[in-house]
Antibody, heavy 119, light 107 residues
Framework: QVQLVQSGAEVKKPGASVKVSCKASEYTFTNYYTHWVRKVPGQGLEWMGIINPSGSSPTYAQRFQDRVTMTRDTSTSTVYMELSSLRSEDTAVYYC????????????WGQGTLVTVSS | DIQMTQSPSSLSASVGDRVTITCRASQSISSYLNWYQQKPGKAPKLLIYVVSSLQSGVPSRFSGSGSGTDFTLTISSLQPEDFATYYCQQSYSAPYTFGQGTKLEIK
């Protein structure tokens, strides 16, 4: 059974950066794409980007293009999402989700990581 | 970007009711339409993929239909555990956008 375990909650000040991890277990890590999705309180789900199995050429949503970096560490089966220049509007729960392909549904999700941005 | 529009945004219904949620894409997405259920404090859960395929373990009271730009999710007989927020999502092309969600509440 695929499991994705994310890092714990974070509290950051405006202007800071946050790096959230997503560790996969018990499956072939190298065959899966990882997406990042966030849920801002009171709003819907927002797709942030995707990183492929090799970790090369991530694709980001345009609104995050200048602030987000997604990386992959195959030695630890872990994917990272770093968001910089944080503002209060980035307060959200951030999820990783794995898929078997770029057009595949998001069938495996992490438990979510709450990032709170507050001065 | 492909815009996904769900209706209604919220819905009150009773246990046993038949409920339909609609989702419209701003352009054709072929059959790359998925539905998710999210409960408070939990990660979204995949219910239906490629319009009408039921994810393993999902009850058969959930069904999906549609093609091109117009899609529906139907719950044939609401159960207490079905009260949640539902999202459609297109996996046709990046950015893989979601609808704004439909909150299903108990009447």
């Amino acid at each position: 059974q695929v499991q994705l375990v994310q890092s714990g909650a974070e509290v950051k000040k405006p202007g800071a950066s946050v790096k959230v991890s997503c560790k996969a277990s018990e499956y072939t890590f190298t065959n899966y794409y990882t997406h990042w999705v966030r849920k801002v309180p009171g709003q819907g789900l927002e797709w942030m980007g995707i990183i492929n199995p090799s970790g090369s050429s991530p694709t980001y949503a345009q609104r995050f293009q200048d602030r987000v970096t997604m990386t992959r560490d195959t030695s630890t089966s872990t994917v990272y999402m770093e968001l910089s220049s944080l503002r209060s509007e980035d307060t959200a729960v951030y999820y990783c989700a794995n898929t078997r392909g770029t057009a595949a549904p998001f069938d495996y999700w992490g438990q979510g990581t709450l990032v709170t941005v507050s001065s | 970007d492909i815009q996904m529009t769900q209706s209604p945004s919220s819905l009150s219904a009773s246990v046993g009711d038949r409920v339909t949620i609609t989702c419209r894409a701003s352009q054709s997405i072929s059959s790359y339409l998925n539905w998710y259920q999210q409960k408070p404090g939990k990660a979204p859960k995949l219910l239906i993929y490629v319009v009408s395929s039921l994810q393993s373990g999902v009850p058969s009271r959930f069904s999906g239909s549609g093609s091109g730009t117009d899609f529906t999710l139907t719950i044939s007989s609401l159960q207490p555990e079905d009260f949640a927020t539902y999202y459609c999502q297109q996996s046709y092309s990046a950015p893989y956008t979601f609808g704004q969600g439909t909150k299903l509440e108990i009447k």
